[in-house]
């Protein structure tokens, strides 16, 4: 880190050609320095316009507000950092900022970007937690997955390169996995007696939102320890040595009305106010028919369904699409590179197989054109398939037949294919190309955590666990957006163990 800071101070005070001599390689590998605003340029909240982008991930001229500024301060001075707050906070956001300082501080094939979920690890262009640290499916002792890790060359040389390491979507890492991975930097890096062998840790989540799945061994005994001890990763023996610095973000960008930003807030604790649960009764719709009747059935058809299960996911998308009737055309996503990255790419956002049709209701995965709104989460309508040349064979029928999509914003686009990587520094281990959209009549809990939508139908009548509820229902921008079914206060649930892990040791804006 040190090393870091020392060239970026030279480079700013040196002549260039004496850096040049001194730095040869580093010069050529530092971007540009980072364009967040500077601490004079803190007219936050008041230039913010949360209503116009549809999705998650554009990246706007926007301000940093004080936190998050302060967050970066502490990460170009090698703090390790923990970054938590209530959904739409920025935080993604901010780790998008984060990770290119990182990039300018080291060298960017010493850092590695990761996330506890493939979706999250693919859309930060990272890999998952599991595959950077070379343990496996992660279970059974530190000693045993210390052993794994020295036995897997590649794995070993990233835990003692690493300057800096991220790691997204931390809810879901359990205490237990947060200290064995401690363990394994610690082991790797035996010069440094540091936490993390002194890797820099920008770690990023909700612990309100949801929990590690946590599998419980069938011979553990009442006398054994359970694997639940351990349930968050707050909870691991090194979490609190293992940052300089935790964060609690608190002001909301996502939503404007002051009514919902409260509703949430207790939804997200747990709480059953009498008044909020008044708030959400109003938006419920029974069925599919009232809330047709509700909003119009244009509309209606319209509206994202959010589901707990997958199953549900699937049933309702195949249905929607066989009932339109329409002929289906099938787009095969191409995948090249090496396992373990390879096998990650089937847990990303973009399908295997995308089947659509006239008329198909689809998400865009991909930032297309941020300006005009077409990013990541917008979504339309199929109006049309148009051949063109030039474009990936194997992965369109007929020789290159693209989809033409019209947004519900009015703009329309024909959607070329994308790519995904799975990055280790600056070096690709593994590449989807697809064409850029879901079918989005449907959509699972798990895989909206992270996106705004302008509008959604959630059903929860099998919602399971704690925070899925908050998760849900967080997505959305207004309330005039939000339409319910299934609902029922007693889905509405926090862990004591996270309220009490919020309750005043953070530092929050
Ligand atoms: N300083 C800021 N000014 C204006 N808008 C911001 C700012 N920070 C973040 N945003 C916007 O707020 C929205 C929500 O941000 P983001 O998705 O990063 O939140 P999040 O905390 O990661 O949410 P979740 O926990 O649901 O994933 C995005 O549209 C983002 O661009």
Redesign the pocket.
Known sequence: MREGLMIRLMRLYVPSCIFRFLFPKSLTSLPPPPSFPTSSQRT??S????SS?S??????A????KK?QEVLTAISNGKSVFLT????????????QAISLLNQIHNPNEVFITASTGVAACALNGQTLHSFSGIGLGEGGKNLLLNRVYKNKPASKRWRIAKALVIDEISMVSGELFDKLEFIARKNRPNNKEAWGGIQLIV???FF?LPPVIKKSPSSSSSSRSVSDKEFAFEADCWNSSFGLQVE?T????QSDSQLIDLLQGIRRGFKDDHHLQLLRQCCSSDESSLASKIGSDSSSTVPRLYPRNEDVKRVNDEKLRNLGGEIVSYRAVDSGNEPWKSQLKQGMAPEELEICLGARVMLIKNKAVESGLVNGATGTIIGFIEQKGVIRTICPRGGLLPKVRFDSGREMLIEPDSWDVMEGETVRATRKQVPLILAWAISIHKC????LDSLHTDLSRAFGCGMVY?AL??VRSLAGLHLSGFNSSKIKAHPKVLQFYEGHLDSD
């Open positions: 936050f909240c230039k913010i316009n949360t982008s999705g998650f991930g554009a990246s706007k926007m301000n940093l507000t998050q707050g209530s959904a739409g906070t920025g935080k993604t956001f901010l780790l998008q990023s989540g909700d939102q973000l002001q909301v960008f996502r955590q992270g996106m705004s998760v967080s997505r």
